[in-house]
Antibody, heavy 127, light 105 residues
Framework: QVQLVQSGAEVKKPGASVKLSCQASGFTFFTYGVHWVRQAPGQGLEWMGRFIPGSGGAGDGTTKYSPKFQGRFTITRDTSATTAYMELNGLRSEDTAVYYC???????????????WGQGTLLTVSS | DVQMTQSPSSLSASVGDTVTITCRASQDIRNYLSWFQHIPGKVPRSLMYAATSLQTGVSPRFTGGGSGRDFTLTIANLQPEDFATYYCQQFATYPLTFGPGTKVD
């Protein structure tokens, strides 16, 4: 059964960094991509970035980030490809949101659509 | 960036109704459009991809249509579990973008 299980809630101070995880069950990130999306309180869904697998093995893959987060946002994957991570640096209060990972399924080329979602992780940024 | 708009922003409906939500892209996105359902406090749910294809396990009461810039999501015979916010999303170009949502209550 396909499942994405995300790490628990975090509270961080402005300027800090946070690293959230997304553990895959029933598949690996060798054959599927992962997207990260967030939802701030009272707001809609916002795409942050994605990782898609390459063909070369455990360390291979490419990322693409929203320009809004470029430079302070990183997506990685562990060597077993069962867990994906997102790291966001230079946190500000506006980063308070629920962060979701979602499995990316290939459409064609580097276009991956969403199918399954993680349960979400609440990040609170407050002094 | 491709801008996505949705109408209406909210609608009131009753169990058994048929409702249609529209989504418009600021440029041609072919059929690279997905629909999602989100109930507050719950995990978002993928409903459709490629404008008209149902995700596995989704009821056939949901149908999608359109291509190019204009798309629709129709929910037939509305059920209590369908009261939610619905989002469209284009995956034709990066950054991927979502519509602002349509709340069905």
């Amino acid at each position: 059964q396909v499942q994405l299980v995300q790490s628990g809630a975090e509270v961080k101070k402005p300027g800090a960094s946070v690293k959230l995880s997304c553990q895959a069950s029933g598949f690996t990130f060798f054959t599927y991509g992962v997207h990260w999306v967030r939802q701030a309180p009272g707001q809609g869904l916002e795409w942050m970035g994605r990782f898609i697998p390459g063909s070369g093995g455990a360390g291979d893959g490419t990322t693409k980030y929203s320009p809004k987060f470029q430079g302070r946002f990183t997506i990685t994957r562990d060597t077993s490809a069962t867990t994906a991570y997102m790291e966001l640096n230079g946190l500000r209060s506006e980063d308070t949101a629920v962060y979701y990972c979602a499995r990316g399924r290939i459409w064609f080329g580097d276009l991956y659509y969403f199918d399954s979602w993680g349960q979400g992780t609440l990040l609170t940024v407050s002094s | 960036d491709v801008q996505m708009t949705q109408s209406p922003s909210s609608l009131s409906a009753s169990v058994g109704d048929t409702v249609t939500i529209t989504c418009r892209a600021s440029q041609d996105i072919r059929n690279y459009l997905s629909w999602f359902q989100h109930i507050p406090g719950k995990v978002p749910r993928s409903l459709m991809y490629a404008a008209t294809s149902l995700q596995t396990g989704v009821s056939p009461r949901f149908t999608g249509g359109g291509s190019g810039r204009d798309f629709t999501l129709t929910i037939a015979n509305l059920q209590p579990e369908d009261f939610a916010t619905y989002y469209c999303q284009q995956f034709a170009t990066y950054p991927l973008t979502f519509g602002p949502g349509t709340k069905v209550d």
